[in-house]
């Protein structure tokens, strides 16, 4: 019998490549698989729904991950996804299986951080499911979001013209990432030295740490009067994140490396790394910003408001997805984010 690596599809090839038999059988079913989350019939208002894992090894590790920031961000990864269908989450389910080495004084860690996660953002635990594992902990979420119906937003609808726009800052995460990494290196090598993380590592740590889903920016595209025409929330890499939107809407896109908005600590720890900036931004991952496309004729409501950055634009899709550099140079973006497989 003929064996396939499911590294040779990746992780969305295997998704399409799993699901391409499954045909739509409910009314209610509005989207299914394919974008950040599925929309579901709900009235006036359309459920949007989205289930994210987690596994020890492989998204996490605890050398330098504290139970309860775990358990807020793992909360997060799924409510930025909800954000990204431009609607607000409501509630999440928890799932976990775990090795007999947690402790209840352990998930109890684990459990406050998603509880502060439910606090803060205004989230109801509904339910979920526990069970034992052979080796580590996963945890899987599904976050349960609502928006009127007109204003959820897909990643399909981008149109030659529109503006590509980015919230907050990227590569913080990643550099943080590596921050740690190189500390647990130093560690295992001589576990008596005591970390150095250096001068930019508050502001990056907590970006890896302790990311914040924009429900901010949902509120704040529903004061002014603004639907984006696609959207998707940043937890690959821009890069990454940009072709999804592409190859959705069937365009090309132009990013203005001026346009990428980076932080300064950013900026500096990445030098410091002997890293170009940019490239974090585009190829980093888990920053949870949102990546959205809006109509030129919303340019003036955009233009001014606070943590939104326009960075480039919508093409034909012949044109291909490019970076044009501060040094006026024009390269093809590669899509080299995240890769779960």
Not at 166 to 193: C, H, W
Not at 279 to 287: I, P, R, V
Not at 326 to 336: L, R, S, V, W, Y
Request: contains cysteine.
């Amino acid at each position: 019998m003929e064996r396939t690596d499911v590294n040779t599809l990746g992780e969305f090839g295997l998704i399409d490549h799993l699901t391409k038999g499954f045909t739509k059988k409910q009314d209610a079913t509005i989207l299914g698989v394919g974008d950040d989350a599925a929309i579901i019939a709900g009235g006036d208002e359309q459920i949007v729904v989205s289930t994210d894992m987690l596994v020890e090894g492989i998204h996490f590790d605890f050398t330098y991950t504290p139970l309860k920031h775990l358990g807020y961000k793992a909360v997060i990864v799924n409510l930025s996804d909800i954000c990204a269908m431009n609607a607000r989450p409501q509630q999440i389910t928890v799932s976990i299986a775990l090795s007999n080495r947690f402790s209840v004084e352990a998930l109890d860690e684990l459990y406050a951080g998603i509880k502060a996660a439910c606090d803060q953002y205004g989230v109801d635990l509904i339910g979920g499911d526990t069970t034992s594992s052979n080796k580590g902990l996963v945890i899987s979420i599904t976050a349960i979001g609502r928006a009127p119906a007109g204003r959820i937003t897909r990643r399909s609808g981008a149109k030659p013209g529109d503006l590509v726009c980015i919230t907050g800052s990227l590569g913080g995460a990643y550099l943080g990432l590596q921050l740690l990494e190189r500390e647990k290196q130093v560690f295992l090598e001589n576990p008596d030295m005591q970390p150095d993380m250096g001068e930019y590592a508050p502001t990056l740590l907590a970006r890896q740490l302790r990311p914040e889903a924009r429900t901010d920016m949902i509120d704040t595209f529903a004061k002014e009067g603004i639907v984006p025409t696609a959207m998707i929330d940043i937890s690959d890499g821009l890069a990454s994140e940009i072709f999804h939107i592409c190859k959705a809407s069937n365009v090309g896109a132009i990013i203005e490396e001026s346009g990428v908005p980076i932080s300064n600590d950013a900026q500096m720890q990445a030098l410091e790394f002997n890293l170009d900036p940019i490239t974090t931004a585009l190829s980093g991952g888990e920053d949870y910003e949102l990546l959205f496309t809006i109509d030129p004729k919303d340019t003036e409501k955009i233009r001014f408001l606070p943590d939104i950055y326009i960075a480039g634009e919508i093409v034909a899709r012949e044109d291909g997805v490019k970076l044009h550099t501060k040094g006026g140079n024009i390269h093809p973006i590669t899509a080299q984010g995240w890769n779960h497989f």
